[in-house]
Nanobody
Framework: QVNLTESGGGSVQAGGSLRLSCAVS????????MGWVRQVPGDGREKVTA????????WYADSVKGRFTFSRESPGTPVYLQMTSLKPEDTAMYYC??????????????????WGQGTQVTVSS
């Protein structure tokens, strides 16, 4: 069993910052992809925001590139998403996701095997 638990969401004004964390527990030895997916209120669509591969590569969606930073001190420690210069369009439910696949999906969020419960981020103008 793999468990993902997000925290760190909240309400901030545009231009502010937040750091999301994802605690990972259970059988994680074969989790090769860790990422963040967000769901915008209203349309219900889920989009891959960032991911980190077992090989050490990090990818960011164009919409957050330069503003969001994925980090993890070491295996077994929480995963973080540092968000700066937040915009109202960043408002969404953010989910920590993981996958056993060596190929981390950029376009298909449901390719990820495990999802956390989500943490809400609200950015006001």
């Amino acid at each position: 069993q793999v468990n993902l638990t997000e925290s760190g969401g909240g309400s901030v004004q545009a231009g502010g910052s937040l750091r999301l964390s994802c605690a990972v527990s259970g059988y994680t030895y074969t989790l090769y992809c860790m990422g963040w997916v967000r769901q915008v209120p209203g349309d219900g669509r889920e989009k891959v925001t960032a991911f980190h591969t077992g090989g050490g590569s990090t990818w960011y969606a164009d919409s957050v590139k330069g503003r969001f930073t994925f980090s993890r001190e070491s295996p077994g420690t929480p995963v973080y998403l540092q968000m700066t210069s937040l915009k109202p369009e960043d408002t969404a439910m953010y989910y920590c996701v993981a996958s056993h696949s060596p190929y981390c999906s950029k376009e298909r969020p449901h390719e990820y095997n495990y999802w956390g419960q989500g943490t809400q981020v609200t950015v006001s103008s």
